[in-house]
């Protein structure tokens, strides 16, 4: 297992964990299974240098049931947050015998260690990962099919995990198989499932309902179709767009992507232009946050300190420009991975964070994730094209790239999120393209 250069005034047990040593020891205790790398094993990283660091790691087999074999670490400053940490972990042991491994706490490096599902801050996780739990959970959502003649088949329904964030939410693609015998018949139902906290989940859903009930009907675009939640369980549901992530479009060499491109560009407009109540404003890249944002850049590289001030400086007073608007509907998370493309129509995903706002944000905040994947200037132009053709407004060229230089900001630590081996260069790299980005702006 290769070593990572670990960040500066860092915790306890990150030096051992990055350089591999700590995993093995691990291993060696049976407490966990072993990985070849652990870059490559790693899901999710969200390090605050001089106070914690939350690592989600999974393994390549998969765990009964298919579902994917995990550990999510939670490491400290100090061992007295570890040990009080580690008490408000709570696994049965019955889960323990089905996952094959227990929690732990090793107070030496200050780390608390839970298998995946147990995540201590988000446990109604925990009810809907298991099929025979999911069942429970569903029949709130689908009473009409899992009541009465038709019957659940745990062995052929499956879960897929998209996407977790530690203590805040994870997102399943959920094939669920009924049976019936008389009159015979099978069906599969595709769904997007969502577990998030009790206390946020009504709202949630209500968000949903909202965009989806004055989504166009029947259009060339569209927003999940929502099922049902369950509140008690934290779980939103959703019916699952038939078509291919927009990812694998841009990966696919045989694939004309202007013309999705365009498309999505034209369906952005349409999600802007919206008559919704939506009361929650959208924050994210609002000027106090660059400036955090660029503060905390400056604990993992402080060689770039005077760099990452004047940079942060510059983009949150450019992102005076965007900043407050109440001007319409955003979707507030827009990339490269919220779209999904069918033969008829868009379908724009994950709506958690849209509120209202400027569409500045949302344009950036796209554009910056073509940039990343790696699209061309033609691909960029031909998205905003598109949402040219389907809106009146004009598109400030100072303010569009203001927002795709903030958007790439934003996202400019992921070389350490992703434990890449050279992470420092490949952010310091980011943040030239950020400068190349501002350079060109006249205002």
């Not at 990572?4 to 306890?12: A, D």
């Not at 996952?99 to 925990?126: G, Y």
């Not at 959920?174 to 595709?190: F, G, I, K, W, Y």
């Not at 939506?278 to 400036?291: A, C, R, V, Y």
Request: aromatic share 6%; with cysteine; glycine share 8%.
């Amino acid at each position: 297992m290769s070593s990572i250069r670990v960040p500066p005034n860092t915790l306890p047990g990150l030096a051992p964990l990055l350089s591999g040593k700590l995993w093995q020891r691990w291993v060696k205790r049976g407490q966990l299974f072993p990985i070849q790398e652990l870059h490559e094993s790693v899901r999710y990283v969200r390090l605050k240098p001089t106070t914690s660091c939350r690592v989600v790691i999974f393994a390549n087999d998969e765990s009964t049931e298919g579902l994917p074999l995990g550990f999510l670490l939670h490491l400290y400053a100090d061992r007295a947050r570890a040990i009080e940490a580690f008490r408000k972990v709570r696994v049965p042991k019955s889960a323990v015998n089905t996952l094959r491994f227990a929690p732990f706490l090793d107070e030496q490096h200050a780390v608390v260690a839970a298998p995946f599902p147990f995540d201590p801050e988000l446990p109604a996780l925990r009810h809907a990962y298991r099929t025979f739990r999911l069942k429970s959970a569903l029949s709130g959502l689908l009473p009409h099919l899992l009541r009465g003649s038709w019957r659940f088949s745990k062995s052929q329904t499956r879960m897929e995990l998209l996407a977790y964030k530690p203590g805040r939410r994870a997102v399943f693609r959920t094939t669920v198989h009924l049976e019936r015998q008389q009159p015979a018949d099978v069906r599969r139902l595709s769904l997007h499932v969502k577990v998030e906290h009790t206390s946020t989940v009504a709202n949630s859903y209500r968000k949903l309902l909202a965009l989806h009930g004055a989504s166009p009907d029947g259009g060339d675009w569209s927003v999940p179709r929502p099922l049902g939640m369950v509140e008690e369980r934290g779980l939103v549901a959703s019916a699952w767009g038939h078509g291919r992530p927009l990812i694998e479009l841009l990966t696919d060499p045989s694939t004309d992507t202007t013309i999705p491109l365009a498309s999505i560009g034209r369906a952005l407009a349409g999600f802007h232009r919206l008559t919704v109540d939506l009361s929650e404003p959208h924050t994210t890249l609002d000027p106090g946050q660059i400036i955090s944002l660029s503060r905390d850049i400056a604990e993992l590289l402080p060689g770039e300190t005077t760099r990452l001030a004047s940079l942060g400086k510059r983009l949150a007073t450019l992102a005076i420009g965007w900043s407050g608007s109440t001007a319409g509907v955003v979707h507030g998370d827009f990339h490269i991975g919220q779209v999904v493309v069918g033969s008829q129509r868009i379908l724009l995903v994950d709506l958690d964070r849209a509120g209202v706002g400027h569409p500045v944000v949302d344009l950036g905040s796209f554009l910056a994730s073509l940039v990343e994947a790696g699209v061309d200037a033609a691909g960029r132009e031909a998205f905003l094209d598109g949402y040219r053709q389907e809106t009146s407004d004009t598109l400030d060229a100072d303010l569009l790239r203001a927002a795709t230089a903030a958007a790439l900001f934003r996202r400019v630590t992921v070389p350490l999120r992703q434990l890449h081996p050279a992470w420092p260069d490949r952010i310091r790299e980011r943040l030239d393209l950020i400068e190349q980005f501002v350079g060109t702006v006249t205002s």
